[in-house]
């Protein structure tokens, strides 16, 4: 049973794990991918190159939103408030893809590992796959922030 399955507090695990036997555990359980598992992407993903693509759009979006909304502000200053609050609206829209295309995956997919009907291991090579993907995610957010950015102070004044 591990730390946390046994006290089911993320404080106490945060703080446990910045103890020098915690920093031990850390360091040791911290390992570079082997060949193996990098061949064992090639398997079957476990998730849908669509949920992927909808993972990584929604991580861009929740990685970009807050920037970019200030720099519309700066934009156009006579709307800066206006274009700052739009931040919601993007994070917002992607908050909502997330729960209804990502988490009901996701979900379903762990269910499927519970009643036995998927493998432990398509289970895992789909979470790298989804990490992956939020990586991704991530990095089209420094690509579009400028555009995004546009995109807001068009709407700030639209309004």
Known sequence: MTFFQARRSTARLILA???PAGLATLRDSIAIP???TLRGLSKPRG???SVLIANSAAQGLLAVGVLASL???YLVP?????ASQMTAIVNGFATILLFALIDPQISALTDDVLDGSVSEATFRRAMVWV???RLVGTLIAQAILVLAAVAIAWAAGWL
């Open 131 to 133: 990490s992956l993907s």
């Open 47 to 49: 998730v849908s190159w």
């Open 17 to 19: 794990s910045m103890t």
């Open 78 to 82: 006579e709307f800066r408030v206006t």
């Open 71 to 73: 720099y519309a502000g």
């Open 34 to 36: 082997s060949g193996e």
